[in-house]
């Protein structure tokens, strides 16, 4: 089970930073995922982080801006979400993958969390 958290409102330029705690004790061994889902827009990859948050990997938007990581100690991932915009507003997503290599499509994924909104105005 995956519960994200830590979305919110902010004004454009700001930062947010997004967690998404997984219950069980085998989250080391999962590949997870940020996507986002804008208004009347498919859902879409954000960022991915290997197993051991050795490698990490961006959505071209978001290079520069977003961190992904991970503690694998708290089974937490996090978003760190700098310099944000407006087209950055959407629904964010996590999710983690069994298969140990980092993928961009959503049904890549296994399992999902819940959400949270983030908003972002100009």
């Known amino acids: 089970q995956l519960q994200a958290s830590g979305g919110g409102l902010v004004q454009a330029g700001g930062s947010l930073r997004l967690s998404c705690a997984a219950s069980?004790?085998?989250?080391?061994?999962?590949?997870m995922g940020w996507f986002r889902q804008g208004p009347g827009k498919e859902r879409e990859f954000v960022a991915g982080?290997?197993?051991?948050?050795?490698?990490?990997y961006y959505e071209d938007s978001v290079k520069g801006r977003f961190t992904i990581s991970r503690d694998n100690a708290k089974n937490t991932v996090f978003l760190q979400m700098n310099s944000l915009k407006p087209e950055d507003t959407a629904i964010y997503y996590c999710a983690a993958r069994s298969v140990p290599n980092v993928v961009t499509y959503n049904y890549g994924y296994n399992y999902w969390g819940q959400g949270t909104q983030v908003t972002v105005s100009s």
């Open positions: 069980g004790r085998t989250f080391s061994t999962f590949v």
């Open positions: 982080i290997s197993q051991s948050g050795g490698s990490t």
